[in-house]
């Protein structure tokens, strides 16, 4: 069979063989303005795909923390929360501290990055709410910075304050750096064994483990939109449209899901699933678990005695 | 035709409906004898991902009857364990999307769904999955997550995940869409192999080229929904004015087929 080519295909509007008037030749000389409210977020959405990429290339390092069956790390770090919920005092907890940087260094984490991951958000959230209990006010004591006075009383910072808000700032920060720990040197899919195997009932561990996988599909998909959207957009978009945007993707989001959720589901029943799942055997606790266990008693015990001794 | 005493499917003037108003069946009718290699061409939207569908039992006929290893294949029946557990072995489907398919968190643990469901000891299940993983030359992706493959990487772990399972009959639906040239070589290699082994084929498609190596048989839906031809390859391609009716091809559109 032959192909022809000779006769027209579809009748071209004559407005697509006219060229557009592009660009001003004078080059860009037009009002630059900064990206608006939806391209922040969106971006904010690859950017959560990219750190949990990153996470996932960290989890993958051969360090000390990635060495330990996922469910002995699990119930170790945790008893370490519980060491640190019973401090009481800031040495006390920067011991523990100490000890969560010591273990991001030996599991190869960049120790800048594993800082900056804690202290950039304990300011914001721990630091405001406790900024009121600092002041003499709320916690009568020394005064250290004098700020004025209130109905003949002088008000200020008082070092009983300063120390209560140290010792919940450096609680939470401790506590934060633990589970930063094991959300880092832990695979997702690890993380999801080792609940699995510490009783969480299974149906609801893989409810959670779909809805993170196809959360980044769906990602993707209003990315995709989003990009699509702006190689489309000339002149600047409105909040308006903005806003338009949002909700006609937000409804086209929902319909894949919905479509989605039919396939898998019709892809589960097709390899016969039948409302049970069966899981493959996790790896069993060996010598570096033993190990691990007894070395992490001796700080607990240490941490919990330096902790009395300062008391 | 496939002799009578070789079918292993067949389905018997089927009518199905979504939401009981758009047709995607219309009275079809099939004969899927064991051994074959069957290609379901025709338009996008003319029903061919439904009726595979119903052949792995996922959608039922409103009206019209399916038969599978002589048995007939209802919701009713499928709801009994023993059953469900029979055809579902013998049966695999290889979704078109296989983001569909890789839903586990890890490509291990999805290619091991399978075998897990049907009740197979973990042990056997273990062998099994490192197997499919060596033939399909997917090892290194063991312990990745699915939203760390490719586009191809997920369709191999989708049909590594089909493949544990050891069906008779696999049905594989727009099996080369989407697929760079050199994975839709590859899968079409796997194809002819799974065939050689034994295996019955049924795919839908609308690739013209590849025809001649992945099915002997075809069967040609019309956009009305109904199968308007079956016949050998060479039949069906030499027929232009059938593939022109059904609008598979476009009247300028080349065949390779001198």
């Known amino acids: 069979m032959t192909a022809h080519t000779s006769a027209p295909v579809t009748a071209t509007p004559r407005w697509l063989v006219t060229g557009e008037i592009g660009l001003c030749p004078c080059s860009s000389i037009g009002r630059r303005r900064k990206g608006s409210y939806l391209a922040k977020t969106i971006d904010g959405a690859a950017g959560v795909v990219r750190q949990a990429l990153f996470a996932d290339d960290l989890a993958k390092e051969r360090g000390l923390l990635q060495r330990i069956e996922p469910r002995v790390k699990v119930v170790s770090l945790l008893a370490l929360l519980v060491v640190t919920a019973l401090q009481r005092t800031v040495p006390g907890l920067l011991a523990v501290y100490a000890v969560a940087l010591a273990l991001a260094a030996l599991s190869r984490i960049p120790v800048g990055f594993f800082v900056k991951r804690v202290w950039l958000f304990i300011p914001i959230f721990t630091g405001i709410v406790v900024l009121p209990a600092t002041l003499s006010v709320v916690t009568p004591g020394h005064v250290v910075l004098p700020l004025g006075s209130c109905f003949g009383h002088r008000v200020g910072v008082t070092s009983q304050g300063l120390r209560g808000a140290g010792l919940i700032v450096t609680r939470v920060a401790t506590s934060v750096s633990l589970v930063v720990l094991l959300t880092l040197t832990t695979s997702w899919s690890r993380l999801l064994a080792a609940l699995r195997a510490l009783l969480v009932p299974r149906m609801f561990v893989m409810v959670l483990a779909m809805a993170y996988r196809y959360l980044f599909l769906l990602l993707g998909s209003v990315q995709e939109m989003y990009v699509a959207r702006t190689a489309r957009t000339v002149a600047r978009a409105d909040a308006r449209g903005g806003r338009r945007f949002v909700a006609a993707s937000a409804g086209a989001v929902f319909g894949k899901a919905t479509t989605l959720a039919d396939e898998v589901h019709q892809a589960m029943v097709a390899r016969g699933y039948r409302g049970e799942i069966r899981v493959l055997r996790v790896r069993r606790p060996g010598w570096t678990e033993l190990v691990w266990v007894v070395t992490m008693t001796v700080v607990a015990v240490s941490v919990i005695g330096l902790d009395r001794a300062l008391r | ?258």
């Open chain 2, 1 to 258: 035709m496939p002799c009578a005493d070789e079918i292993i499917l067949s389905v018997h003037d089927l009518v199905h409906r979504y939401l009981d108003r758009y047709t995607a069946l219309d009275g079809v009718s099939l004969d899927i004898g064991r051994g074959e290699k069957v290609a379901l061409l025709g338009a996008n939207g003319c029903g061919k991902s439904t009726l595979l569908k119903v052949l792995d039992g996922l959608l039922f006929a409103d009206t019209g009857t399916y038969e599978a290893f002589g048995e007939k294949v209802t919701e009713d029946a499928l709801e009994d364990e023993q059953f469900s557990r029979a055809f579902r072995s013998r049966v695999g489907f290889v979704f078109q999307n296989a983001d569909a398919m890789v839903f586990s968190p890890t490509v291990r643990e999805e290619i091991a769904f399978g075998p897990l469901t049907m009740g197979l000891d973990t042990d056997v299940v273990e062998q099994r999955v490192v197997d499919t993983l060596a033939m399909l030359d997917i090892a290194a992706l063991a312990d990745r997550a699915p939203y760390q493959l490719s586009g191809g990487q997920k369709k191999r772990v989708a049909i590594a995940s089909v493949l544990v399972m050891n069906p008779e009959v696999l049905l594989f639906d727009e099996p080369t869409a989407a697929l760079d040239p050199r994975t839709q070589q590859w899968l079409i290699e796997l194809m002819v192999e799974l065939h050689h082994a034994g295996k019955t084929i049924v795919l839908a498609t609308h690739d013209l080229d590849t025809l001649e190596v992945i099915a002997d048989r075809c069967a040609v839906m019309s956009e009305e929904h109904q199968i308007v031809r079956t016949g050998t390859v060479g039949e069906v391609l030499d027929d232009r004015r059938l593939l022109l009716d059904v609008n598979l091809i476009h009247e300028r559109s080349p065949l390779r087929r001198a």
